[in-house]
């Protein structure tokens, strides 16, 4: 039976990766499939691994209608097994349901790839119905470290090298410096150094020596809400 299947987890931990690596897999078993991605770090139309493994894709904006999409690809002559939906924390809640209706009607495996909760620590809108909907949700057994050598389990946004908690929920990492943004970019924090803001460039910054980063809770305390 085909299903709806949301892998998550915070940056770094292999979403990308993994879903290169289930594309390959399928289409070896002579299955054929769909790779859907969003504002990948890349780029336009590519889903990328951190790891240097890239591969083409369909891009997916607010307007893309996933059932119309396959819809006018079977008609063409196409079959589809299955979907590859990467970064699925930035699709509406609309084309979540979508999927769900393509997994139910027409029997083809949605594999959905992305992060949860955003810089704020709140869900993302395509995360909250993704998990509300699928068939199941697995959380990546690869973990992503803190710059503490912890478990990391927070996305942090960091402008200009300070973590920041206010924002829009969805900026594109790595911009280049001198916009009104300034230099945006994101890191993993376990939730002991998230709730301080402490980030690894304020931990240098607060270390007695380069080559020693603080571990002592004094010198990040909780800011005042």
């Known amino acids: 039976m085909a299903e709806l299947v949301f892998f998550s987890?915070?940056?770094d931990c292999g979403k990308s990766t993994l879903a290169l690596q289930m594309d390959h897999n399928h289409r070896a078993r002579g299955r054929s499939g769909l790779i859907f991605t969003k504002m990948d770090r890349m780029g336009e139309s590519v889903l990328s691994s951190r790891l240097g493994l890239s591969t083409t894709a369909r891009e997916v904006t607010?307007?893309?209608?996933?059932?119309?999409?396959?819809?006018?690809?079977?008609?063409?002559?196409?079959s589809v097994d299955y979907l590859i939906c990467d970064e699925a924390q930035f699709y509406t809640p609309e084309q979540v349901e979508q999927l769900a209706r393509i997994v139910d009607e027409m029997a083809v495996d949605v594999f959905a790839f992305g992060i949860t909760a955003d810089f704020r620590t709140q869900l993302f809108p395509g995360s909250r119905r993704m998990i509300e909907l699928a068939d199941r949700v697995q959380v990546l057994q690869v973990e992503a470290l803190c710059w503490c050598g912890r478990r990391a389990t927070h996305n942090a946004r960091v402008v200009d090298g300070v973590m920041v908690v206010e924002?829009?929920?969805v900026v594109v990492g790595d911009t280049k410096p001198g916009t009104d943004t300034g230099l945006v970019e994101y890191e993993v924090l376990c939730r002991r150094h998230f709730m301080r803001r402490m980030n690894s460039t304020a931990a240098r910054a607060a270390a007695a020596s380069p080559d020693t980063l603080p571990f002592d809770l004094d010198l990040c305390p909780v800011p005042p809400c």
């Open 9 to 11: 987890g915070t940056m």
């Open 167 to 169: 924002g829009e929920q």
């Open 62 to 78: 607010d307007r893309l209608d996933f059932w119309d999409e396959l819809v006018e690809f079977a008609t063409t002559g196409h």
